[in-house]
């Protein structure tokens, strides 16, 4: 169900101010972003983007799910509005796109100028149980959920169930996000979205998936299920393209590339990928801070631009960490400013 809804985040005051808006666009084409929370934020909520196969615990059919997300847009009168869309974690065992850190996040992006959204995605809660199951049995319970090769490398690589059901979830939430991307840019215009301005972003999981939809071609968690295994996918906007120009890392890791890596044997990383903002724990136990430093080297041997924040002696998840006095959010915001030369009063 759609519902429009305002949030306060602004003193009454903006109300009456946004009535003198800033041009459209500035005069180079460049999206114009706002310093400080400038704007009123309207919120559409549990908006459909595409639906995906659910599996019941104990049942062997499969039913079709709609996958949701969340779009905040500033209230002003901005035909030129860069993108923000961030994927939560959870270890791809659950989560949710209303984390109050994500709607904080989404407030502070938006009440400056941009469009975010924030999106839920499947996880193991919608990839029923496999205890007890035969390999080829969990092959043919995830037909149409992930492509053969993946279920057989999982297969065969996993030291435990949940290790496979967990991999199954992995791919099912890239094809999901890569869905929700190509959903916005089929409906940019209602939000009025430069297509050129996209930024992807995540914490934790879902970080791994943001940097692995950034880096990952347009085909991969697209092509290698079919739609006659899986209809689900006739809803997922497949003839739409999309760039990211910069993804924004929070507490993540490369490992869903790495897997991608082991079973198709090509290397993601190239010249043409994103640039890259992280912050990452120095004490994180669950993602080691080793995965950024990591990524810094794999950047730096491919000659794109990333910026890597150590935050002291955080753990994971450390989403009220500061350096030098700014937030995360300040130090992604700024990141992007300067990196995407948007336009800033």
Known sequence: M????????????LFIACEDDEPSTSDNGIPVVKADSTYPVLMQ????????????????????VPLLLDVYYPDNTSLNRPLCMFIHGGGFQGGTKA???????????TSRGFVFASIDYRTTE??????????????????????????????????????????MAMYAAQRDAKA???????????????????????????????????????????????????PTLSTTNLEQTYEVKSMIYF????????????IYGVDKFDSNDPELFMAHGTEDSTT??????????????????????????????????????KSLFDLSFDFLVERQNLNIE
């Open 45 to 64: 909520e549990d908006i459909s983007y595409a639906e995906g196969l659910k599996r019941e615990a104990m049942s062997p059919g499969t039913e079709a």
């Open 288 to 325: 080691l801070y080793s995965e950024a430093t990591e990524l810094v080297s794999i950047y730096d041997s491919i000659g794109v631009y990333q910026q890597l924040f150590p935050l002291e002696g955080a753990g994971h998840g450390a989403w009220n960490a500061t350096v030098e006095g």
């Open 2 to 13: 759609r519902k429009l809804a305002y949030l306060i985040i602004v003193p009454f005051l």
């Open 99 to 109: 984390k109050p850190e994500i709607v904080e996040m989404a407030n502070y992006y």
């Open 180 to 230: 929700a991307l190509r959903w916005i840019v089929a409906n940019a215009e209602d939000y009025k979205i430069n297509t050129d301005y996209i930024t992807v972003g995540g914490a934790s999981a879902g970080s791994i998936s943001a940097i692995t939809l950034g880096i990952s071609d347009q085909e991969d968690f697209r092509d290698e299920v079919l739609t006659s295994d899986d």
């Open 126 to 167: 919608e990839l029923g149980v496999i205890q007890g199951m035969t390999p080829e049995a969990v092959v043919n319970l995830y037909k149409g959920i992930a492509p053969q090769e993946w279920i057989d490398f999982s297969i065969q690589n996993a030291e435990a169930p949940d290790e496979v059901l967990t991999s």
């Open 251 to 262: 507490w993540g890791s490369k490992v869903k590339l790495e897997l991608h890596e082991a």
